[in-house]
């Protein structure tokens, strides 16, 4: 929940490199747009909204990662698909999914997917804002520019 320290993750992206939150402390916010299942229609849209504000999302000190349970290979060719810029990270054991509770609670083993939430770390590991809603998810982009504004995140 917000105030709380953001679980660790170690996470591989879809540009072949292996992410941790301890690599942004202190230069950067950190963005976990959570999603499903890599390529569906949902996620499509999700995303999709996030790529269209990425140049105004790059005026501020974040990363901004999409995260499902979906495998790194299943991630990385839904990312060449539609051409995002921004990495999306596979937890397809579930554990970093577990630690942040976005684990949907209905259904187990392979059919245990995310919820859709955008969560806001700050550059000191403490969640600073978290957006738990499936509605309107062409607007996920600007509703996370909203709420870098609002939690006042560092500009560039």
């Known amino acids: 929940k917000v105030g709380d320290k953001a679980p660790e993750l170690k996470l591989m992206g879809t540009d072949d490199k292996e992410y941790t939150l301890d690599q942004f402390k202190g230069q950067s916010a950190v963005v976990l747009s959570w999603y499903p299942r890599a390529g569906s229609g949902g996620a499509t849209r999700q995303c999709d909204a996030i ?38 990270l596979s937890d397809p054991d579930r554990k970093v999914a577990t630690a942040y509770g976005v684990l949907r609670t209905e259904g187990n083993g392979a059919g245990q997917m995310a919820q859709r939430w955008l969560i806001v770390i700050d550059d000191q590991g ?31």
């Open 126 to 156: 403490v969640i600073r804002g978290l957006e738990k809603t499936n509605d309107n998810l062409q607007a996920k982009g600007k509703a996370l520019l909203k709420m870098l504004g609002e939690l006042q995140i560092p500009k560039k």
């Open 51 to 88: 790529q269209a504000e990425m140049e105004k999302l790059a005026e501020y000190k974040v990363r901004i990662f999409g995260v499902s349970t979906s495998s790194v290979a299943d991630s990385k060719q839904f990312a060449e698909k539609q051409k995002y810029t921004y990495p999306l």
